[in-house]
């Protein structure tokens, strides 16, 4: 069965300091990796975008990275800021089935000062 | 350049009442996605088109849901009757293709069934 894991389920973490949030998946056949920042009230947004060749990705303050062997990825966040406060959502891309996306159930961070 | 967008922001109905959600992707993106995302979950697809072909809807449950995009651009989604449990957030979303293209989402829908 194509599933997406997150962990932790959720965070709090103070202004500036730095966090990871995992992603594990069991998605075949694969295409691509997806992370999205989803604010309270908003759609996703998205993050990074990695295919199976791609190890890390940054964007600003954001980095993730892939290991397609263990079917592991990471999204870690550098000297956190308030506005960082949000659900964070691992999606993995089919092969086939028209791209389907598969979603996790998403980290809850929150950043307080 | 315009994001995907959604109409109404919020709506509450009484069970059994029908309701009709509306979105109008960017322009050129074939491909347009229905989400349901209940309240501290991840987003389920409900629905997928391909310009104005459904690409999978196999969990939409067809007899209070249907979907149409006309002419390939907007889309709307329609529940009747609805359920206590359909109480939700639903997105749009939209991409240039289906395949490793990124999604767009708008700010969707909080429907409340009372």
């Known amino acids: 069965k194509n599933q997406v894991e997150q962990s932790p389920q959720s965070l709090i973490i103070l202004e500036g300091k730095n966090c990871t949030l995992q992603?594990?998946?069991?998605?075949?056949?694969?295409?691509?990796l997806r992370w999205y920042k989803q604010d309270t009230g908003r759609g996703p947004v998205s993050l990074t975008i990695m295919t199976f060749s791609e190890n890390t990705k940054s964007n600003g303050r954001y980095t993730a990275t892939l290991d397609a062997d263990t079917k592991q990825s990471s999204l870690h966040i550098t000297a956190s800021q308030l506005s960082d406060s949000a659900s964070y959502i691992c999606?993995?891309?089919?092969?086939?089935?028209?791209?389907?996306?598969?979603f996790g159930q998403g980290t809850e961070l929150s950043v307080k000062p | 350049e315009a994001g995907v967008a959604q109409s109404p922001r919020y709506k509450i109905i009484e069970k059994r009442q029908s309701v009709a959600f509306w979105c109008n992707p960017i322009?050129?993106?074939?491909?347009l996605y229905w989400y349901q995302q209940i309240l501290g979950q991840g987003p389920k697809l409900l629905i997928q088109f391909q310009n104005n072909g459904v690409v999978d809807d196999s969990q939409l449950p067809k007899d209070r849901f249907s979907a149409e995009r006309l002419k390939g651009v907007d889309s709307t989604l329609k529940i009747q009757p609805a359920k206590l449990e359909d109480s939700a957030v639903y997105l749009c979303a939209s991409s240039f293709q289906s395949m490793n293209t990124e999604a767009f989402f708008g700010q969707g829908t909080r429907l409340t069934v009372v």
């Open positions: 992603c594990n998946y069991t998605v075949s056949p694969f295409s691509n």
């Open positions: 322009s050129g993106h074939a491909t």
């Open positions: 999606v993995v891309s089919l092969h086939n089935q028209g791209g389907k996306l598969i």
